[in-house]
Nanobody, 126 residues
Framework: QVQLVESGGGLVQDGGFLRLACTAFGFPFDTFAMSWYLQAPGKEREYVTAVSYTGAVTDIADAVKGRFTISRENPKNTVYLKMNNLKPEDTAVYYC???????????????????WGQGTQVTVSA
C-alpha cells in the first residue's frame, strides 16, 4: 500500500526557514519522480517543485525559485523541501506527491501524480 508521510511543518517567523520531509512506503521509491504542492487557505492547490527519480533533475515554480530547494535521499525513501527566507504568504498546507513515472516535461500538472500525503501545515508569522 502506497503511503506518503510528511513532517517538519510548524510555525516560523518571517524570514525563517524550515525543512519538510516526506517518507514513502509501499513502492520502489527510486523509480518515480516526487513533488511538493501547497494549498493556502481558501485557494487551490499549487505546484511548488518536483525532482526526478535519481534526484539529478529538478523543476521549481517561479514564485519560490531561489528560496525553496527540493532534494531526495533514495536509500531513506525520503524527499525533502528546504524552505529559506519564508514569508507570510508561504503559509499553507504542504503536500508531497508520487509521480506516475519519471519526471514529466510538464511537472506542474497534478495529473502527473497519483498518490498524495496528508499534508503538513506551515505557518509563517509576520
Amino acid at each position: 500500500q502506497v503511503q506518503l508521510v510528511e513532517s517538519g511543518g510548524g510555525l516560523v517567523q518571517d524570514g525563517g526557514f524550515l525543512r519538510l520531509a516526506c517518507t514513502a512506503f509501499g513502492f520502489p521509491f527510486d523509480t518515480f519522480a516526487m513533488s511538493w504542492y501547497l494549498q493556502a487557505p481558501g485557494k487551490e492547490r499549487e505546484y511548488v517543485t518536483a525532482v526526478s527519480y535519481t534526484g539529478a533533475v529538478t523543476d521549481i515554480a517561479d514564485a519560490v525559485k531561489g528560496r525553496f530547494t527540493i532534494s531526495r535521499e533514495n536509500p531513506k525513501n525520503t524527499v525533502y523541501l528546504k524552505m529559506n527566507n519564508l514569508k507570510p504568504e508561504d503559509t499553507a498546507v504542504y503536500y508531497c506527491a508520487k509521480g506516475r513515472t519519471s519526471l514529466s516535461n510538464r511537472p506542474y500538472f497534478s495529473s502527473n501524480y497519483d498518490y498524495w500525503g496528508q499534508g503538513t501545515q506551515v505557518t509563517v508569522s509576520a
